[in-house]
């Protein structure tokens, strides 16, 4: 059962435009999310975050934005760069006994072209 | 600071091989825990442990061990490979203060099982 879902494995974006990334999620427990970013032969790395109790948060070229009605978040990046070419992972959190625990979605491969 | 390292980098072992994957970080973080990534299936939690000594199993923890004798450290052990267990494996580290929910990641140990 996937409880967290990133249903487009892939999206290509033109340089200077905007790049959105859709997770969906199942469980109402979870009450925070994360965005992770993930190069080749490397480890994912934090991008951004936000909290089950805001709608939006904005870092700079990146904004998530959160509607809990729909248990729907989505990552904009303006302008895209090809630096941004990754794979894109959403994140959720739920707390379980004794510590928080992250369930992530399938990733999305971000491909910005020139 | 190093972050999180992982050692090895790639391992390849025969059906039924025993071995552990390294994992260390020097950021003092309470919290670490195992994923393992395979194609079309995100990251899935292995094992988790919110500090010296305590450890607790994730979403995937049939065919792996873990202990957690000190802050540093945490491995991962492989009793009996199986090729099932083909694949990344990531260990991450974060802080257990409240609202301290970013992971860091170190940079993955890619095994084969064949």
């Known amino acids: 059962d996937q409880q967290v879902k990133q249903n487009s494995p892939s999206l290509s974006v033109q340089e200077g435009r905007i790049s959105i990334l859709n997770c969906d999620y199942t469980?109402?427990?979870?009450?925070?999310f994360l965005w992770y970013k993930k190069y080749p032969a490397e480890g994912p790395t934090f991008l951004i975050s936000?909290?089950?109790?805001?709608d939006k948060n904005e870092d700079g070229r990146f904004t998530v934005f959160l509607n809990k009605s729909a248990k729907h978040l989505s990552l904009h990046i303006v302008p895209s760069q090809p630096g941004d070419s990754a794979v894109y992972f959403c994140a959720a959190k739920r707390n379980t006994g004794t510590a928080s625990k992250l369930t992530f979605g399938t990733g999305t491969r971000l491909q910005v072209t020139l | 600071n190093a972050g999180v390292t992982q050692t090895p980098k790639f391992q390849v072992l025969k059906t039924g091989q025993s071995m552990t994957l390294q994992c260390a970080q020097d950021?003092?973080?309470?919290?670490m825990s195992w994923y393992r990534q395979d194609p079309g299936m995100g990251l899935r939690l292995i094992h988790y442990s919110v500090g010296a000594g305590i450890t607790d199993q994730g979403e995937v923890p049939n065919g792996y061990n873990v202990s957690r004798s000190t802050t540093e450290d945490f491995p991962l052990r492989l009793l009996s490979a199986a090729p099932s267990q083909t694949s990344v494996y990531f260990c991450a580290s974060k802080d257990a203060g409240a609202g301290s929910y970013e992971q860091y990641f170190g940079p993955g140990t890619r095994l084969t099982v064949t």
């Open positions: 469980n109402s427990m979870f009450d925070y």
């Open positions: 950021m003092n973080h309470e919290y």
């Open positions: 936000i909290s089950s109790i805001k």
